[in-house]
Protein backbone atom coordinates (compact mmCIF):
# COMPACT_ATOMS: atom_id res chain seq x y z
CA UNK A 1 0.00 0.00 0.00
CA UNK A 2 2.82 2.23 0.63
CA UNK A 3 4.66 1.99 -2.17
CA UNK A 4 1.28 2.47 -4.46
CA UNK A 5 0.49 5.45 -2.72
CA UNK A 6 3.96 6.84 -2.70
CA UNK A 7 5.09 5.57 -6.62
CA UNK A 8 2.17 3.92 -8.53
CA UNK A 9 3.12 0.96 -10.87
CA UNK A 10 5.73 2.94 -12.45
CA UNK A 11 9.21 2.15 -14.46
CA UNK A 12 11.21 2.81 -11.21
CA UNK A 13 8.79 0.66 -8.83
CA UNK A 14 9.37 -1.87 -11.86
CA UNK A 15 13.51 -1.49 -11.17
CA UNK A 16 12.74 -2.13 -7.54
CA UNK A 17 10.89 -4.99 -7.92
CA UNK A 18 13.75 -6.21 -10.36
CA UNK A 19 16.42 -5.53 -8.06
CA UNK A 20 14.99 -7.07 -5.36
CA UNK A 21 14.48 -10.09 -6.42
CA UNK A 22 17.83 -11.25 -6.53
CA UNK A 23 18.43 -10.87 -2.98
CA UNK A 24 15.61 -13.53 -2.71
CA UNK A 25 16.51 -15.36 -5.28
CA UNK A 26 19.54 -16.25 -3.78
CA UNK A 27 17.94 -16.71 -0.36
CA UNK A 28 16.02 -19.17 -1.81
CA UNK A 29 17.90 -21.09 -2.98
CA UNK A 30 21.17 -20.88 -0.35
CA UNK A 31 18.64 -21.47 2.58
CA UNK A 32 14.55 -21.56 1.57
CA UNK A 33 15.25 -24.68 0.01
CA UNK A 34 17.38 -26.15 2.79
CA UNK A 35 15.18 -24.71 5.71
CA UNK A 36 12.35 -26.94 4.88
CA UNK A 37 14.06 -29.80 3.22
CA UNK A 38 17.13 -30.67 5.31
CA UNK A 39 17.43 -28.27 7.76
CA UNK A 40 14.48 -28.67 9.81
CA UNK A 41 14.04 -32.52 9.74
CA UNK A 42 17.89 -32.93 11.01
CA UNK A 43 18.20 -30.32 13.60
CA UNK A 44 14.46 -31.98 14.36
CA UNK A 45 16.35 -35.30 15.36
CA UNK A 46 18.86 -33.37 17.32
CA UNK A 47 16.21 -31.26 18.77
CA UNK A 48 14.33 -34.46 20.21
CA UNK A 49 17.83 -35.77 22.15
CA UNK A 50 18.37 -35.27 25.94
CA UNK A 51 21.75 -33.81 26.96
CA UNK A 52 22.85 -37.01 27.01
CA UNK A 53 22.57 -37.55 23.20
CA UNK A 54 20.01 -39.87 23.55
CA UNK A 55 15.97 -40.13 22.20
CA UNK A 56 13.43 -39.30 25.10
CA UNK A 57 11.15 -42.04 26.11
CA UNK A 58 8.65 -42.07 23.21
CA UNK A 59 11.51 -41.10 20.85
CA UNK A 60 9.82 -38.23 19.50
CA UNK A 61 8.91 -35.39 22.45
CA UNK A 62 10.62 -32.48 23.24
CA UNK A 63 10.97 -31.87 27.20
CA UNK A 64 7.83 -30.08 28.47
CA UNK A 65 7.21 -26.68 27.45
CA UNK A 66 9.03 -24.58 30.26
CA UNK A 67 11.03 -27.61 31.99
CA UNK A 68 14.66 -26.30 32.71
CA UNK A 69 16.34 -28.70 30.03
CA UNK A 70 19.18 -26.92 27.64
CA UNK A 71 19.41 -28.31 24.35
CA UNK A 72 22.17 -30.74 23.83
CA UNK A 73 25.57 -30.47 23.18
CA UNK A 74 25.58 -32.33 19.57
CA UNK A 75 22.62 -29.38 18.81
CA UNK A 76 25.37 -26.56 19.87
CA UNK A 77 27.91 -27.73 17.96
CA UNK A 78 25.95 -28.36 14.78
CA UNK A 79 24.77 -25.22 15.01
CA UNK A 80 27.78 -23.31 15.86
CA UNK A 81 28.98 -25.47 12.60
CA UNK A 82 26.38 -23.79 10.48
CA UNK A 83 26.10 -20.44 11.77
CA UNK A 84 30.18 -19.43 11.31
CA UNK A 85 30.39 -21.18 7.78
CA UNK A 86 27.46 -18.86 7.18
CA UNK A 87 28.54 -15.79 8.16
CA UNK A 88 31.87 -15.56 5.86
CA UNK A 89 30.24 -17.62 3.08
CA UNK A 90 27.33 -15.52 2.76
CA UNK A 91 29.44 -12.09 3.30
CA UNK A 92 31.30 -13.23 0.20
CA UNK A 93 28.29 -13.63 -1.36
CA UNK A 94 26.77 -9.84 -0.98
CA UNK A 95 30.53 -8.59 -1.85
CA UNK A 96 30.14 -10.82 -4.83
CA UNK A 97 26.58 -9.25 -6.24
CA UNK A 98 27.95 -5.37 -5.26
CA UNK A 99 30.41 -6.39 -8.09
CA UNK A 100 28.52 -7.78 -10.67
CA UNK A 101 25.56 -5.66 -10.31
CA UNK A 102 24.95 -4.35 -13.58
CA UNK A 103 25.14 -7.60 -14.78
CA UNK A 104 22.50 -8.78 -12.82
CA UNK A 105 20.39 -5.76 -13.67
CA UNK A 106 20.87 -7.08 -17.36
CA UNK A 107 19.47 -10.45 -16.56
CA UNK A 108 16.90 -9.07 -14.72
CA UNK A 109 15.48 -6.94 -16.52
CA UNK A 110 16.99 -5.95 -19.70
CA UNK A 111 14.05 -5.20 -21.53
CA UNK A 112 13.76 -1.79 -20.07
CA UNK A 113 16.25 -0.75 -22.50
CA UNK A 114 13.52 -0.60 -24.95
CA UNK A 115 11.31 1.54 -23.29
CA UNK A 116 13.51 3.91 -20.84
CA UNK A 117 17.22 3.03 -20.81
CA UNK A 118 17.42 4.90 -17.48
CA UNK A 119 16.01 2.05 -15.24
CA UNK A 120 18.95 -0.47 -16.25
CA UNK A 121 21.32 2.00 -14.37
CA UNK A 122 18.88 2.61 -11.66
CA UNK A 123 18.00 -1.29 -11.10
CA UNK A 124 22.13 -1.68 -10.90
CA UNK A 125 22.14 1.04 -8.12
CA UNK A 126 19.71 -0.38 -6.34
CA UNK A 127 21.05 -3.61 -6.45
CA UNK A 128 24.15 -2.42 -4.39
CA UNK A 129 22.00 -1.19 -2.00
CA UNK A 130 20.17 -4.56 -1.04
CA UNK A 131 23.64 -6.34 -1.76
CA UNK A 132 23.59 -6.85 2.24
CA UNK A 133 20.06 -8.01 2.54
CA UNK A 134 21.61 -11.38 1.43
CA UNK A 135 23.87 -11.60 3.97
CA UNK A 136 20.76 -10.91 6.85
CA UNK A 137 17.81 -12.78 5.17
CA UNK A 138 20.21 -15.94 4.94
CA UNK A 139 21.35 -15.29 8.41
CA UNK A 140 17.57 -14.92 9.57
CA UNK A 141 16.78 -17.92 7.83
CA UNK A 142 19.13 -19.91 9.43
CA UNK A 143 18.17 -19.05 12.32
CA UNK A 144 14.38 -19.79 11.62
CA UNK A 145 15.49 -23.21 10.68
CA UNK A 146 17.15 -23.73 14.40
CA UNK A 147 13.93 -21.95 16.17
CA UNK A 148 11.41 -24.73 13.97
CA UNK A 149 13.52 -27.25 15.15
CA UNK A 150 12.61 -26.42 18.68
CA UNK A 151 9.19 -25.65 17.82
CA UNK A 152 9.50 -21.78 18.09
CA UNK A 153 7.40 -20.00 15.82
CA UNK A 154 6.17 -16.67 17.70
CA UNK A 155 9.00 -14.55 17.12
CA UNK A 156 10.19 -15.82 13.34
CA UNK A 157 6.45 -15.17 12.71
CA UNK A 158 7.01 -11.47 14.04
CA UNK A 159 10.51 -11.40 12.34
CA UNK A 160 8.90 -11.81 9.29
CA UNK A 161 6.56 -8.86 9.54
CA UNK A 162 9.06 -6.11 10.64
CA UNK A 163 10.84 -7.29 7.52
CA UNK A 164 8.60 -5.70 5.21
CA UNK A 165 7.26 -2.61 8.28
CA UNK A 166 11.40 -1.58 7.01
CA UNK A 167 9.51 -0.45 3.82
CA UNK A 168 6.53 0.72 5.27
CA UNK A 169 8.65 3.54 7.93
CA UNK A 170 11.39 4.59 5.54
CA UNK A 171 9.21 5.44 2.50
CA UNK A 172 7.16 8.08 3.93
CA UNK A 173 10.53 9.45 5.04
CA UNK A 174 12.54 9.09 2.84
CA UNK A 175 10.92 9.23 -0.62
CA UNK A 176 10.77 13.30 -1.14
CA UNK A 177 14.77 12.82 -0.75
CA UNK A 178 15.73 10.18 -2.17
CA UNK A 179 12.64 8.74 -4.48
CA UNK A 180 12.86 5.05 -5.22
CA UNK A 181 15.92 4.81 -3.07
CA UNK A 182 13.76 4.84 0.15
CA UNK A 183 12.36 1.16 -0.62
CA UNK A 184 16.10 -0.17 -0.71
CA UNK A 185 16.65 1.70 2.50
CA UNK A 186 13.87 0.13 4.01
CA UNK A 187 14.12 -3.07 2.64
CA UNK A 188 17.50 -3.71 4.19
CA UNK A 189 16.21 -1.89 7.16
CA UNK A 190 13.82 -4.80 8.02
CA UNK A 191 16.26 -7.52 7.14
CA UNK A 192 18.65 -5.91 9.81
CA UNK A 193 16.09 -6.10 12.58
CA UNK A 194 14.83 -9.55 11.67
CA UNK A 195 18.15 -11.30 12.04
CA UNK A 196 18.25 -9.16 15.23
CA UNK A 197 15.33 -10.59 16.74
CA UNK A 198 15.90 -13.98 15.51
CA UNK A 199 19.21 -14.01 17.13
CA UNK A 200 17.56 -12.88 20.08
CA UNK A 201 15.43 -15.72 20.39
CA UNK A 202 17.80 -18.21 19.39
CA UNK A 203 19.87 -17.12 22.20
CA UNK A 204 16.55 -16.91 24.74
CA UNK A 205 16.18 -20.45 23.75
CA UNK A 206 19.34 -21.78 25.30
CA UNK A 207 21.42 -21.85 22.11
CA UNK A 208 25.06 -19.75 22.06
CA UNK A 209 27.10 -19.36 18.79
CA UNK A 210 30.07 -21.49 19.06
CA UNK A 211 33.10 -21.42 16.21
CA UNK A 212 33.38 -24.35 14.58
CA UNK A 213 34.18 -25.33 10.90
CA UNK A 214 32.76 -29.43 10.88
CA UNK A 215 30.01 -31.31 12.16
CA UNK A 216 29.16 -34.98 11.03
CA UNK A 217 25.33 -33.80 10.57
CA UNK A 218 26.90 -31.23 8.01
CA UNK A 219 27.57 -33.97 5.47
CA UNK A 220 24.00 -35.83 5.75
CA UNK A 221 22.30 -31.55 5.50
CA UNK A 222 24.49 -31.27 1.78
CA UNK A 223 23.47 -34.75 0.50
CA UNK A 224 19.60 -33.67 1.33
CA UNK A 225 19.69 -30.51 -0.07
CA UNK A 226 21.91 -31.36 -3.33
CA UNK A 227 18.78 -32.44 -5.21
CA UNK A 228 16.95 -29.58 -3.90
CA UNK A 229 19.97 -27.05 -5.09
CA UNK A 230 19.74 -28.72 -8.49
CA UNK A 231 16.11 -28.16 -8.82
CA UNK A 232 16.16 -24.44 -7.80
CA UNK A 233 18.79 -23.96 -10.30
CA UNK A 234 16.26 -24.56 -12.34
CA UNK A 235 13.34 -23.04 -10.06
CA UNK A 236 15.35 -19.72 -10.01
CA UNK A 237 16.40 -20.01 -13.78
CA UNK A 238 11.98 -19.81 -14.01
CA UNK A 239 12.17 -16.18 -12.24
CA UNK A 240 14.69 -14.47 -13.96
CA UNK A 241 13.11 -15.43 -16.86
CA UNK A 242 9.85 -14.59 -16.12
CA UNK A 243 11.17 -10.78 -14.70
CA UNK A 244 13.08 -10.57 -18.03
CA UNK A 245 10.45 -11.67 -20.44
CA UNK A 246 7.85 -9.26 -18.15
CA UNK A 247 10.30 -6.36 -18.67
CA UNK A 248 10.02 -6.77 -22.49
CA UNK A 249 6.17 -6.90 -21.92
CA UNK A 250 6.28 -2.81 -20.58
CA UNK A 251 7.94 -0.82 -17.64
CA UNK A 252 4.71 -1.75 -15.63
CA UNK A 253 3.99 -5.32 -16.12
CA UNK A 254 6.93 -6.15 -13.38
CA UNK A 255 5.23 -3.86 -11.14
CA UNK A 256 1.38 -5.09 -11.70
CA UNK A 257 2.29 -8.20 -11.26
CA UNK A 258 4.38 -8.04 -7.94
CA UNK A 259 1.14 -6.30 -6.26
CA UNK A 260 -0.96 -9.36 -7.20
CA UNK A 261 1.51 -11.64 -6.44
CA UNK A 262 1.65 -10.29 -3.05
CA UNK A 263 -2.11 -10.93 -2.73
CA UNK A 264 -2.02 -14.48 -4.69
CA UNK A 265 0.19 -15.20 -1.70
CA UNK A 266 -1.05 -13.73 1.64
CA UNK A 267 -3.37 -16.27 1.76
CA UNK A 268 -1.00 -19.50 1.04
CA UNK A 269 1.84 -17.55 3.35
CA UNK A 270 -1.51 -17.46 6.38
CA UNK A 271 -2.48 -20.88 5.82
CA UNK A 272 -0.73 -23.61 3.85
CA UNK A 273 2.64 -22.17 4.16
CA UNK A 274 1.85 -21.52 8.23
CA UNK A 275 0.35 -25.24 8.72
CA UNK A 276 3.05 -26.75 6.73
CA UNK A 277 5.72 -25.46 8.64
CA UNK A 278 4.10 -25.88 11.61
CA UNK A 279 3.67 -29.67 10.89
CA UNK A 280 7.13 -30.09 9.60
CA UNK A 281 9.20 -30.99 12.71
CA UNK A 282 6.42 -33.41 14.13
CA UNK A 283 6.68 -35.11 10.30
CA UNK A 284 10.02 -35.56 10.86
CA UNK A 285 10.31 -36.73 14.21
CA UNK A 286 6.92 -39.14 14.05
CA UNK A 287 8.71 -40.48 10.37
CA UNK A 288 12.37 -40.89 12.65
CA UNK A 289 10.34 -42.98 15.39
CA UNK A 290 9.12 -44.93 12.52
CA UNK A 291 5.66 -44.14 13.72
CA UNK A 292 4.35 -44.04 9.91
CA UNK A 293 0.40 -44.35 10.89
CA UNK A 294 0.94 -41.08 12.97
CA UNK A 295 2.48 -39.66 9.96
CA UNK A 296 -0.15 -40.05 7.79
CA UNK A 297 -3.01 -38.92 9.70
CA UNK A 298 -0.87 -35.69 10.49
CA UNK A 299 -0.13 -35.16 7.37
CA UNK A 300 -3.83 -35.94 6.02
CA UNK A 301 -5.38 -33.45 9.09
CA UNK A 302 -2.82 -30.87 7.74
CA UNK A 303 -4.39 -30.91 4.04
CA UNK A 304 -8.01 -30.89 4.72
CA UNK A 305 -7.16 -28.26 7.42
CA UNK A 306 -5.54 -26.07 4.58
CA UNK A 307 -8.16 -27.05 1.97
CA UNK A 308 -10.81 -25.76 4.12
CA UNK A 309 -9.55 -22.61 5.30
CA UNK A 310 -7.92 -21.17 2.35
CA UNK A 311 -11.18 -22.00 -0.15
CA UNK A 312 -13.20 -19.43 0.59
CA UNK A 313 -10.41 -16.72 1.02
CA UNK A 314 -9.35 -17.34 -2.36
CA UNK A 315 -12.92 -17.73 -3.43
CA UNK A 316 -14.15 -14.24 -1.82
CA UNK A 317 -10.79 -12.91 -2.83
CA UNK A 318 -11.32 -13.41 -6.48
CA UNK A 319 -15.26 -12.22 -6.53
CA UNK A 320 -14.08 -9.75 -4.74
CA UNK A 321 -10.54 -8.65 -6.74
CA UNK A 322 -11.72 -5.28 -8.09
CA UNK A 323 -12.53 -3.25 -5.30
CA UNK A 324 -10.31 -5.15 -2.89
CA UNK A 325 -7.43 -3.63 -5.08
CA UNK A 326 -9.04 -0.32 -5.34
CA UNK A 327 -9.07 -0.19 -1.75
CA UNK A 328 -5.37 -1.33 -0.46
CA UNK A 329 -3.64 0.40 -3.38
CA UNK A 330 -5.64 3.00 -5.66
CA UNK A 331 -4.13 6.30 -4.24
CA UNK A 332 -1.63 8.59 -4.54
CA UNK A 333 0.25 7.46 -8.03
CA UNK A 334 -1.56 4.54 -8.63
CA UNK A 335 -4.40 4.73 -10.86
CA UNK A 336 -7.57 3.59 -11.87
CA UNK A 337 -5.61 1.85 -14.95
CA UNK A 338 -3.12 0.30 -12.57
CA UNK A 339 -5.93 -1.42 -10.06
CA UNK A 340 -8.00 -3.43 -13.76
CA UNK A 341 -4.40 -4.86 -14.68
CA UNK A 342 -3.82 -5.86 -11.21
CA UNK A 343 -7.09 -7.50 -11.15
CA UNK A 344 -6.62 -9.39 -14.64
CA UNK A 345 -3.36 -10.41 -13.12
CA UNK A 346 -4.70 -11.67 -9.62
CA UNK A 347 -7.54 -13.50 -11.01
CA UNK A 348 -5.69 -15.85 -13.02
CA UNK A 349 -3.12 -16.22 -10.21
CA UNK A 350 -5.85 -17.07 -7.46
CA UNK A 351 -5.87 -20.40 -9.46
CA UNK A 352 -2.80 -21.31 -9.46
CA UNK A 353 -2.82 -20.68 -5.70
CA UNK A 354 -5.19 -23.06 -4.60
CA UNK A 355 -2.89 -25.77 -6.39
CA UNK A 356 0.12 -23.99 -4.93
CA UNK A 357 -2.11 -24.50 -1.38
CA UNK A 358 -2.35 -28.14 -1.75
CA UNK A 359 1.64 -28.48 -2.94
CA UNK A 360 2.93 -26.98 0.57
CA UNK A 361 1.79 -29.93 2.26
CA UNK A 362 3.08 -32.25 -0.06
CA UNK A 363 6.31 -30.61 -0.81
CA UNK A 364 7.15 -30.86 2.89
CA UNK A 365 5.50 -34.29 3.97
CA UNK A 366 8.27 -35.59 1.10
CA UNK A 367 11.17 -33.43 2.98
CA UNK A 368 10.19 -34.89 6.52
CA UNK A 369 10.99 -38.67 4.83
CA UNK A 370 14.32 -36.90 3.74
CA UNK A 371 13.27 -37.71 0.07
CA UNK A 372 14.39 -34.18 -1.82
CA UNK A 373 14.93 -35.74 -5.44
CA UNK A 374 11.43 -36.45 -5.99
CA UNK A 375 10.44 -33.05 -5.21
CA UNK A 376 13.00 -31.18 -7.51
CA UNK A 377 12.69 -33.21 -10.34
CA UNK A 378 8.87 -32.29 -10.35
CA UNK A 379 10.14 -28.72 -9.86
CA UNK A 380 12.29 -29.28 -12.62
CA UNK A 381 9.32 -30.52 -14.82
CA UNK A 382 6.75 -27.94 -13.82
CA UNK A 383 9.79 -25.14 -15.30
CA UNK A 384 9.38 -26.76 -18.30
CA UNK A 385 5.38 -25.93 -18.25
CA UNK A 386 6.24 -22.62 -17.56
CA UNK A 387 8.66 -22.03 -20.02
CA UNK A 388 6.92 -23.62 -23.24
CA UNK A 389 3.82 -21.71 -22.34
CA UNK A 390 4.97 -18.43 -21.05
CA UNK A 391 6.83 -18.29 -24.42
CA UNK A 392 3.89 -19.35 -26.57
CA UNK A 393 1.48 -17.18 -24.77
CA UNK A 394 3.55 -13.83 -24.28
CA UNK A 395 2.88 -12.94 -28.19
CA UNK A 396 -0.31 -12.67 -27.70
CA UNK A 397 -1.64 -11.85 -24.14
CA UNK A 398 1.62 -9.83 -23.22
CA UNK A 399 2.45 -10.26 -19.25
CA UNK A 400 -0.74 -12.14 -18.57
CA UNK A 401 0.43 -14.76 -20.97
CA UNK A 402 3.62 -15.21 -18.00
CA UNK A 403 0.23 -15.19 -15.11
CA UNK A 404 -1.15 -17.71 -17.51
CA UNK A 405 1.77 -19.89 -17.60
CA UNK A 406 3.11 -19.57 -13.60
CA UNK A 407 -0.73 -21.03 -13.02
CA UNK A 408 -0.44 -23.94 -15.27
CA UNK A 409 2.84 -24.24 -13.63
CA UNK A 410 1.15 -24.64 -10.70
CA UNK A 411 -1.00 -26.73 -11.35
CA UNK A 412 1.29 -29.47 -13.34
CA UNK A 413 3.63 -29.43 -9.81
CA UNK A 414 0.28 -30.38 -7.72
CA UNK A 415 -1.13 -33.51 -9.65
CA UNK A 416 2.24 -35.02 -9.90
CA UNK A 417 3.17 -34.40 -6.08
CA UNK A 418 -0.27 -35.83 -5.10
CA UNK A 419 0.05 -39.17 -7.75
CA UNK A 420 3.61 -39.24 -6.33
CA UNK A 421 2.35 -38.95 -2.76
CA UNK A 422 -0.54 -41.79 -3.16
CA UNK A 423 2.30 -44.32 -4.68
CA UNK A 424 4.85 -43.50 -2.43
CA UNK A 425 2.52 -43.32 0.87
CA UNK A 426 -0.04 -46.29 -0.42
CA UNK A 427 -2.57 -44.33 0.22
CA UNK A 428 -5.49 -46.57 -0.51
CA UNK A 429 -3.23 -49.86 -0.98
CA UNK A 430 -3.92 -53.09 1.43
CA UNK A 431 -0.63 -52.75 3.23
CA UNK A 432 -0.20 -55.15 6.04
CA UNK A 433 -3.23 -55.40 8.79
CA UNK A 434 -4.01 -53.10 11.47
CA UNK A 435 -3.40 -54.29 14.53
CA UNK A 436 -4.09 -51.79 17.47
CA UNK A 437 -7.14 -50.09 17.88
CA UNK A 438 -4.93 -46.79 17.39
CA UNK A 439 -3.85 -48.39 13.94
CA UNK A 440 -7.20 -49.81 12.70
CA UNK A 441 -8.60 -45.75 13.74
CA UNK A 442 -6.28 -44.58 11.56
CA UNK A 443 -5.89 -47.21 8.98
CA UNK A 444 -10.02 -46.67 8.33
CA UNK A 445 -9.29 -43.24 8.36
CA UNK A 446 -6.11 -41.77 7.18
CA UNK A 447 -5.07 -45.05 4.49
CA UNK A 448 -8.49 -44.84 2.92
CA UNK A 449 -9.49 -41.95 0.45
CA UNK A 450 -12.51 -41.94 0.78
CA UNK A 451 -12.97 -40.06 3.29
CA UNK A 452 -10.88 -37.36 2.25
CA UNK A 453 -12.54 -37.44 -1.21
CA UNK A 454 -15.73 -36.87 1.01
CA UNK A 455 -14.21 -34.03 2.77
CA UNK A 456 -13.58 -32.59 -0.68
CA UNK A 457 -16.58 -32.70 -1.82
CA UNK A 458 -18.13 -30.78 1.29
CA UNK A 459 -15.92 -27.83 0.53
CA UNK A 460 -16.34 -27.81 -2.93
CA UNK A 461 -20.34 -27.74 -2.01
CA UNK A 462 -19.76 -25.26 0.43
CA UNK A 463 -17.95 -22.55 -2.14
CA UNK A 464 -20.24 -23.36 -4.67
CA UNK A 465 -22.78 -22.05 -2.19
CA UNK A 466 -21.03 -19.29 -1.06
CA UNK A 467 -20.03 -18.12 -4.93
CA UNK A 468 -24.14 -17.63 -5.31
CA UNK A 469 -24.06 -15.58 -2.24
CA UNK A 470 -21.85 -13.14 -2.57
CA UNK A 471 -23.06 -12.77 -6.63
CA UNK A 472 -26.53 -12.19 -5.01
CA UNK A 473 -25.42 -9.62 -2.23
CA UNK A 474 -23.04 -8.01 -4.89
CA UNK A 475 -26.36 -7.19 -7.15
CA UNK A 476 -27.95 -6.03 -4.16
CA UNK A 477 -25.93 -3.69 -2.86
CA UNK A 478 -24.74 -1.73 -5.97
CA UNK A 479 -25.56 -2.82 -9.11
CA UNK A 480 -24.24 0.16 -10.94
CA UNK A 481 -20.62 -0.59 -9.50
CA UNK A 482 -19.82 3.24 -7.98
CA UNK A 483 -16.42 2.91 -6.95
CA UNK A 484 -16.24 5.17 -3.93
CA UNK A 485 -14.38 4.24 -0.61
CA UNK A 486 -17.20 3.92 1.41
CA UNK A 487 -18.65 0.75 -1.30
CA UNK A 488 -15.86 -0.65 -1.31
CA UNK A 489 -15.58 -1.13 1.84
CA UNK A 490 -18.93 -1.77 2.43
CA UNK A 491 -18.85 -4.62 -0.65
CA UNK A 492 -15.88 -6.12 0.84
CA UNK A 493 -17.54 -6.34 4.35
CA UNK A 494 -21.06 -7.50 3.43
CA UNK A 495 -20.17 -9.82 0.88
CA UNK A 496 -17.18 -11.34 2.02
CA UNK A 497 -18.48 -12.24 5.16
CA UNK A 498 -21.91 -13.10 4.12
CA UNK A 499 -20.02 -15.64 1.77
CA UNK A 500 -17.96 -17.01 4.90
CA UNK A 501 -20.89 -17.08 7.04
CA UNK A 502 -22.42 -19.42 4.30
CA UNK A 503 -19.15 -21.33 3.37
CA UNK A 504 -18.52 -22.06 7.27
CA UNK A 505 -22.59 -22.90 8.29
CA UNK A 506 -22.33 -25.31 4.79
CA UNK A 507 -19.51 -27.57 6.08
CA UNK A 508 -20.43 -27.48 9.64
CA UNK A 509 -24.61 -28.74 8.87
CA UNK A 510 -22.91 -31.26 6.28
CA UNK A 511 -20.84 -32.18 9.32
CA UNK A 512 -16.88 -31.91 8.37
CA UNK A 513 -14.67 -32.75 10.52
CA UNK A 514 -11.94 -29.74 10.33
CA UNK A 515 -14.70 -27.57 10.28
CA UNK A 516 -16.26 -28.71 13.51
CA UNK A 517 -12.42 -28.41 14.59
CA UNK A 518 -12.20 -24.88 13.85
CA UNK A 519 -15.71 -24.41 15.34
CA UNK A 520 -14.54 -25.28 18.43
CA UNK A 521 -11.25 -23.61 18.72
CA UNK A 522 -13.41 -20.57 18.05
CA UNK A 523 -15.58 -21.35 20.47
CA UNK A 524 -13.14 -21.76 22.77
CA UNK A 525 -11.37 -18.50 22.07
CA UNK A 526 -14.43 -17.02 22.52
CA UNK A 527 -14.86 -18.12 26.54
CA UNK A 528 -10.84 -17.15 26.80
CA UNK A 529 -11.82 -13.56 25.70
CA UNK A 530 -14.55 -13.62 28.00
CA UNK A 531 -12.20 -14.84 30.74
CA UNK A 532 -14.37 -18.43 31.13
Given at each position: ?73 ELVRLV ?90 AAPILA ?331 LLLVGQ ?20
Amino acid sequence: MVIASYFGATGPVSAFTAASTAPKMLYDFLVGGMLSAALVPVLSDYARLDRGGKEGADGTDLPPKGANVGPNPELVRLVGALLSLAVVSLAGLALLMVVIAPQIAILLAGGFDDFDPALLPLTARLLRLMAPVVWFISMAGLLTGILFALQRFSVPALASAVYNLGIVVAAPILAGRVGIVSLAVGVLAGSMVQFGLMAWDVRRAGLKFTVRWSHPALGRIVLLYLPIAAGLIVAQFQVGLDRRLASGTGVQSIAWMSKATTLQQMPLGMISVAISLAALPRLSQQFAAGDEGAYRATLTRGLRMVIVMIVPLLVGLGLLAEPTVRLLFERGQFTAGDTAQVVSALQVYLVGALFASIDFPLIYAFYARNDTLLPALVGVLSVLVYAVLALALIEGLGFLGLVWADTAKQGAHAVVMLGLLYWKLGFGSAGRRPESAREKLEDRGMRGIGPTLRSFGSVIGAAGAMVVVIAWLLSLLDPGGETSLSNDVLRIVVCGGGGVLTYAGFLLLVGQPEARQLGRAAMRIRGLVRGK
